[in-house]
């Protein structure tokens, strides 16, 4: 694609555009500019982005499906088609804990679609959420299929996903897991805390072989107490981890949002959506797998009133973060797009509108929602077309 926005209030790391120009040359951005310093080159499409956001896609590393569709199977090609809708360019499709068996079936499954995917955001690897949790937190979760983690089996999930697992969320304080955390950096998997009972100091030691990343902080971990400040004191003091944050308005409370912000900073904080595979359906009664989830049209639970998954996808945690938060539109896109992508390894290609990254784009009305989504350079989605 060879085309250029003009018009829009362009999000740049140095401060926005307004009118900001972008140019698109292939799958890259070749220049960002304010409009009076780059004028459109003859021949190329033109996208009249006035009175629109224009902000690198969003990213997000932790979602279990959208819409009726589940990330694990061959669900996840719907999820690829479905998330540009949401200003979703990027993604970790996300497992959940199931009967090993049933694991066993669909994770080969999701590596056929990643094999040949389609049109849509870009799948940037499989997030292993469980079994390898903690039965003390165990969220929605069934701990009588839980199972220990240890080096042989991350090798049996690889195998499964031809090498595509990229992250995995685990206790750390559950079996083998600490001797194993090596091993994950090793093979480029990032670690990740999460369903988890530890106390402070082995969270201290989990960073020190190489921790990175805590899952949907607060929810299914021990709690912040001033003599045993838990996984979630650790999460706020520990400048190494970065803080997975569920921004629905419903998982974590808008002042314990602020005070996670306050503690990390928005460099620290990576907005997600813990969608489940129902997010974005009327409210009534769905399966996910062997569990009996009831929608309310604003949030997904079990019948014990348990959360399970999200509602809501990225782009109303990013309003959130604006209008119950009170970041300001750059603020939330580091949060939505740069610290996601730098958390998996991608921050020197997406996650900011830079010469030489790849063009994926969200342009938002002024009011935040999604109006256009570009991937890697082509047009995926449009509003009302």
């Known amino acids: 694609m060879a085309a250029v926005l003009v018009g829009g209030k362009v999000c740049t790391p140095e401060g926005i555009l307004e009118p900001g120009v972008v140019l698109i040359e292939g799958e890259n951005i070749s220049a960002v500019a304010h409009e009076r310093q780059l004028q459109p ?22 979602i279990h499906g959208l819409l009726g569709h589940d990330c694990m199977g061959l669900g996840l090609a719907d999820v690829i088609r479905g998330l540009p809708a949401f ?24 590596a056929a679609v990643l094999a040949d995917p389609p049109s849509g955001a870009r799948c940037l690897g499989i997030h292993v959420e469980g079994p390898h949790l903690s039965p003390k937190r165990p969220g929605m979760a069934n701990p009588e299929w839980f199972l220990p983690l240890s080096c042989a089996e991350l090798d049996r999930f690889q195998e499964l996903a031809a090498g595509s697992v990229s992250m995995l969320t685990f206790a750390p304080e559950e079996g083998a897991a600490m001797e194993t955390m090596p091993y994950l950096v090793e093979n480029d998997v990032v670690p990740v805390i999460g369903h988890s009972d530890a106390d402070f100091e082995l969270v201290e030691r989990a960073v020190a072989l190489g921790l990175s990343q805590a899952t949907h902080t607060f929810n299914a971990m021990s709690p912040l107490h001033h003599r045993a400040p838990g996984v979630a004191g650790a999460v706020m003091a520990l400048p190494q981890i970065v803080a997975q944050l569920i921004g629905d308005g419903h998982h974590v409370h808008a002042g314990a949002m602020k005070v996670l912000l306050n503690a990390k900073g928005v460099e620290g904080t990576c907005l997600i959506s813990d969608a489940a595979p129902f997010a974005g359906l009327p409210a009534g009664e769905y399966r996910w797998g062997e569990y009996r989830v009831l929608v309310d049209g604003e949030t997904s639970r079990l019948a014990d009133g348990t959360l399970a998954g999200a509602h809501a996808l990225l782009d109303s945690g990013f309003r959130n973060l604006i209008n119950l938060v009170g970041l300001n539109p750059a603020e939330a896109s580091q949060c939505a797009s740069t610290v996601p ?16 990254y790849d063009a994926d784009i969200a342009v938002l009305d002024a009011d935040f929602w999604p109006q256009l989504t570009i991937v890697e350079g082509d047009v995926v989605w449009r509003a009302h077309a």
Not at 44 to 59: M, N, R, Y
Not at 102 to 107: G, K, R, S, T, V
Not at 347 to 352: H, S, T
């Open 41 to 62: 080159p003859p021949g190329v499409e033109i996208v009249d982005a006035a009175g629109s956001w224009v902000l690198p896609g969003f990213i997000d590393v932790h």
């Open 87 to 110: 200003g979703v360019t990027a993604f970790m499709a996300t497992t959940v804990t199931r009967p090993a068996v049933e694991i066993d079936a669909l994770i080969p499954q999701m």
């Open 341 to 356: 992508a730098k958390s998996v390894g991608f921050g020197d290609r997406k996650g900011q509108l830079l010469p030489g």
